[in-house]
Nanobody, 116 residues
């Protein structure tokens, strides 16, 4: 059974940091590109970070570039998101996605709230 389970969401103050994890099971993780999306209330889901199968290349949306870092550990079947200098506009539900060809798998999401 394919599963992606995000964890690490929390309430954090502006300027703070948070680390998310997404643990994968039920498929060959190392062959899938991984992505982080987020969806704020009333807004469309936004793709903001991506990483290749071997972790050698990453890409970021301008909204998070320089503040967020995506990484992966294929031995642990896990993708990570380190978020620094958090802003109120980063408040959203954060989702990870795995992709290989026509196959997409999604996690259930984890809530990140940035507020004082």
């Amino acid at each position: 059974q394919v599963q992606l389970v995000e964890s690490g969401g929390d309430l954090v103050q502006p300027g703070g940091s948070l680390s998310l994890s997404c643990a994968a099971s039920g498929f060959t993780f190392s062959t899938y590109a991984m992505f982080w999306f987020r969806q704020a209330p009333g807004k469309e889901r936004e793709l903001f970070a991506a990483i290749t199968t071997d972790g050698g290349r990453t890409r970021y949306a301008d909204s998070v570039k320089g503040r967020f870092t995506i990484s992966r550990d294929n031995a642990k079947n896990t993708v990570y998101l380190q978020m620094n200098s958090l802003k109120s506009e980063d408040t959203a539900v954060y989702y990870c996605k795995a992709n290989w060809g026509p196959y997409d798998y999604w996690g259930q999401g984890t809530q990140v709230t940035v507020s004082s």
